[in-house]
C-alpha cells in the first residue's frame, strides 16, 4: 500500500471506528482556553472528550502525568502551560488535532524537537500539537533518500544516514529538531558543500489548516513545496520530509582551536581573509565565549569535508592563525563531530539571543564583538560568526522561499543564564550588544532571532514575502498557524523588507 493511501485509510477507519485513547486525562466539566485571537473560552467536557476520543496517541491535561514533562521547551526562559497537549502517534492524530483546533478556532502550537528560540513550540491556554513522540526516520541508500517524521532530532537523522555512508546536510547540534530547522532552511557544517536542508527537501506530507493531508514537492502543490522551504510553520503541520541525501563515506577532519582572549583579533581578522577564497569543503565558525567565571576566549570550530590534500592545505594555513591552547581538530566519524558541542547549548537554561545575516565579516563587526564581550554581563555568553556562502550561494534568491542566500556569514549573539535573578542584566548585555551589530546586518536567518518581537522577523523573506502572503491566504486565511516568523495572509502594507543578499 502507497504511504498517502495508508494516511487516508487511517483517516478513514479513525472516522468509521475510533481510536482508544490511551491519555490518562480526567476530562473536566470546563476546560478554560484561549482562542487564536486571545478571547478566553470554555470547552465542554464532550468536547475535550471528543479530542481525546479521535487520538491514538494521548491528550495531557494540566495534573496528568507527563503533562509537565511535555511542556517543556528546550529554552528554560519559557515556562508556558498549555490547555491542552497533544501527543500525537501518527498522521491522523496531527490531522485530527488541526480540524479541532481549527473547528474551536483555539490558539495552537506546534511542535517538533522543541528548540524555538523564541518559545514558538509551546503557549499559555492554547493546544500544543506535540509531534515528538513521531520519531520514524528510514534512509533509503538503493533510492538515496531519507523519510523523516516531524518529532526526529538531528542526531537521529545523522546516524541513519550515515548507517549508508550519507548525510542530510542539517545544523551542527544533534539535539535540534530536523522539524523547525528545515522549515526555516537549516544550514551547518556541510552547508557550503551541499546547501541547506531545504535545498534536499524533495518533498514532504502536510497537514494545512482545514486539517487535509496533502503531498507537496515539484509535482503536486509545488506552490506550497516551494512555501514550505524557508517559510517556517506558516502553512501547516509537516507530518513527513523526504530528503535527498547525498554521500559522505569518509571521516570529515574537525573540531576547535581554542585561543586565549588577547589573541582574538588578529585570529579573527585571519579568519575573516580566509574565509573569502575558501573550498566549498571547508566551514569555519569563530565563536567568543565568556564562561560563568568571566573568562574570555576564542574557540575556532571548524569541518573540512575535502580531499586529503586540500585538509592539509588549509589546516596547515588555519594552523598559522595564531598559538591556540587546545586543538582537538582531526578526522572522526561525521556523527562524533555532530555532537560535540551539544553540551555548550543544554536543555532548561534561559537564552535570549537574536541574529543577523552579513555580507562579510568586517574589521568593524569584528571590533563589536571583541569590544562587546569584555563587558559586564556576558558571562554564559556566545558571539558566533558563522560562515556562509558556498552551495548555499548557488540557489537562486527566488527559488525557494529562503531569500538571504548572499550572506557571507551568520552573526548570533546569544545570552544565557541558570539562575533567573541573572535574566534581566544578561538580555540588557545582549541588546545593547546587538546595537553595534544591527547596522551591518541587512536580513535575519528566521530560525535564530526572537520572533515577532524582533521587528526584523519579515527580513527573512526579502522580496519573496508578497508571494508568502498570497500562499498564505491560500493556505491558512485565519493564520491559524502564527506561533513561528509570522507571515501575514492578507497584503498587508509591509515596510520595506530588503533585498535579498545577492551572492
Ligand atoms: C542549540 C541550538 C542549536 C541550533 N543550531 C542550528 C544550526 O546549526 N543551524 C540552523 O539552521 N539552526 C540552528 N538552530 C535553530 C533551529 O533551526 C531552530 O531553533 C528550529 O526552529 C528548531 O526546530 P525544532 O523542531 O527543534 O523546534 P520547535 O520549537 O519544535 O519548532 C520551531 C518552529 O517550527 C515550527 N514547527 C516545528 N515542527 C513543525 C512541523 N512539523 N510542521 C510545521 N511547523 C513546525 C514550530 O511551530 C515553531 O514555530 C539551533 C537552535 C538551537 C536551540
Redesign the pocket.
Known amino acids: 500500500m502507497k504511504r498517502r493511501e495508508f494516511c487516508t485509510s487511517s483517516l478513514a477507519a479513525l472516522a468509521v471506528t475510533g481510536f482508544s485513547s490511551r491519555a490518562r486525562a480526567a476530562v473536566p466539566d470546563e476546560l478554560p482556553v484561549l482562542s487564536r485571537t486571545g478571547r478566553k473560552l470554555l470547552l465542554t467536557r464532550a468536547e475535550v472528550g471528543e479530542l481525546k476520543a479521535g487520538l491514538r496517541g494521548s491528550l495531557l491535561l494540566r495534573g496528568d502525568q507527563g503533562y509537565e514533562q511535555a511542556r517543556h521547551?528546550?529554552n528554560g526562559a519559557f515556562d508556558r502551560h498549555p490547555a491542552a497537549i497533544v501527543r500525537c502517534a501518527n498522521a491522523s492524530d496531527v490531522a485530527h488535532a488541526v480540524q479541532f483546533v481549527a473547528t474551536h478556532d483555539l490558539l495552537v502550537?506546534?511542535?517538533?524537537?522543541?528548540?524555538?528560540?523564541p518559545g514558538?513550540?509551546v503557549c499559555d491556554d492554547g493546544v500544543m500539537i506535540d509531534?515528538a513522540p513521531m520519531k520514524g526516520v528510514q534512509a533509503d541508500p538503493a533510492s538515496k533518500v531519507a523519510r523523516v517524521e516531524?518529532g526526529v532530532l538531528l542526531g537521529a537523522m545523522d546516524r541513519a544516514a550515515q548507517a549508508h555512508g550519507m548525510i542530510v546536510p542539517a545544523?551542527?547540534?544533534s539535539h535540534?529538531?530536523v522539524?523547525?530547522?528545515t522549515?526555516?532552511?537549516?544550514?551547518?557544517r556541510l552547508a557550503r558543500r551541499f546547501g541547506l536542508s531545504i535545498d534536499s527537501l524533495i518533498g514532504a506530507d502536510v497537514v494545512t489548516a482545514d486539517g487535509r493531508l496533502v503531498r507537496a514537492d515539484s509535482e503536486e502543490n509545488a506552490d506550497l513545496y516551494w512555501a514550505l522551504r524557508g517559510g517556517?510553520?506558516n502553512f501547516?503541520?509537516?507530518i513527513s520530509f523526504e530528503f535527498r541525501m547525498h554521500p559522505l563515506a569518509w571521516e570529515p577532519v574537525g573540531g576547535d582551536l581554542v585561543y586565549p582572549f588577547a589573541q582574538a583579533r588578529s585570529v579573527l581578522d585571519a579568519v575573516a581573509g580566509y574565509s573569502e577564497g575558501a573550498s566549498d569543503d571547508l566551514w569555519l565558525d569563530p565563536v567568543l565565549e565568556c564562561d560563568a567565571r568571566g573568562t574570555r576566549q576564542l574557540r575556532l570550530t571548524l569541518c573540512h569535508c575535502g580531499e586529503a590534500p586540500g585538509v592539509a592545505r588549509d589546516l596547515a594555513a588555519i594552523r598559522k592563525f595564531g598559538k591556540p591552547t587546545l586543538d582537538t581538530t582531526g578526522a572522526r566519524p561525521y556523527v562524533t563531530l555532530q555532537s560535540e558541542h551539544d553540551d555548550d547549548?543544554p536543555h532548561g537554561r534561559g537564552y535570549y539571543m537574536t541574529g543577523g545575516l552579513v555580507q562579510s565579516m568586517s574589521p568593524a563587526l569584528i571590533a563589536n564583538a571583541i569590544d562587546c564581550i569584555q563587558r559586564p554581563g556576558a558571562e554564559l555568553a556566545k558571539i558566533s560568526i558563522t560562515q556562509h556562502g558556498g552551495a548555499i550561494a548557488r540557489v537562486p534568491s527566488q527559488a525557494t522561499a529562503f531569500a538571504n542566500r548572499g550572506a557571507s556569514h551568520n552573526v548570533v549573539v546569544r545570552a544565557a543564564w541558570d539562575d533567573p535573578a541573572d535574566a534581566e542584566s544578561r538580555k540588557a548585555w545582549q541588546k545593547e550588544t546587538w546595537k553595534g551589530f544591527a547596522p551591518l546586518s541587512q536580513a535575519i536567518y528566521a530560525?535564530?532571532n526572537l520572533g515577532d518581537a524582533d521587528p526584523r522577523t519579515l527580513s527573512a523573506y526579502g522580496p519573496n514575502l508578497p508571494r508568502l502572503m498570497e500562499l498564505k491566504a491560500r493556505y491558512d486565511a485565519k493564520n491559524l498557524f502564527h506561533?513561528?516568523p509570522n507571515i501575514k495572509p492578507h497584503a498587508l502594507p509591509v515596510t520595506g523588507p530588503p533585498s535579498p543578499m545577492r551572492p
Open positions: 521547551i528546550w502550537a506546534v511542535r517538533g524537537g522543541g528548540h524555538s528560540l514558538h513550540s509531534l516531524p545544523g551542527t547540534v535540534t529538531g522539524a523547525g530547522l522549515l526555516g532552511g537549516g544550514f551547518g517556517g510553520g501547516g503541520v509537516v547549548s530560525n535564530l506561533l513561528n
